[in-house]
């Protein structure tokens, strides 16, 4: 028996209102996003911090001598370092099912990807990874992070 046929069952013998197939496939995946969009600002906090500690020592696995658009590899250090402890903060409240998490993950995210594009010229490869992965966090709070309960 499908969990459709039981839905129906039990829907006809006792006249109570059950949640179709549908409806809990579609919250569940909605709180699948929403989960995987508080993990994945937590890992992007803690890249974002390691990212801006070593620009802030000048690590040398920066790519060197590069013309910047704004200031220097030294000032984006400290951004990325700002933006990673206000994305762990947006995490915390993302899993508490917080709409105030939502709305700071989404503009943390918007940041970082902004900050992400920015920063290029120091590491292309890892900033357009940071990039992409913000881009997902915002399409999983945007479409799914209306949802009030804690994940």
Known sequence: MSM????????GAGGARTASAEGMSSTAEGAGWVLFAGI??????????IYGIAAIGNSSFFVADQKYILSDLNTWGWVTVAIGGIQMI?????WNGRTFGRWLGIIMAA???IAALLSIPAYPFWSLAIFAIDIMI??????????????
């Open 4 to 11: 459709m046929d039981a839905g129906r069952q039990q829907a």
């Open 40 to 49: 994945m600002m937590a890992v992007v906090s803690v890249l974002n911090i």
């Open 90 to 94: 947006a995490a915390f409240s993302i």
């Open 111 to 113: 940041a970082s990807a």
């Open 138 to 151: 915002i399409y999983g709070l945007a479409a799914y992070g209306g949802q009030r309960n804690p994940v």
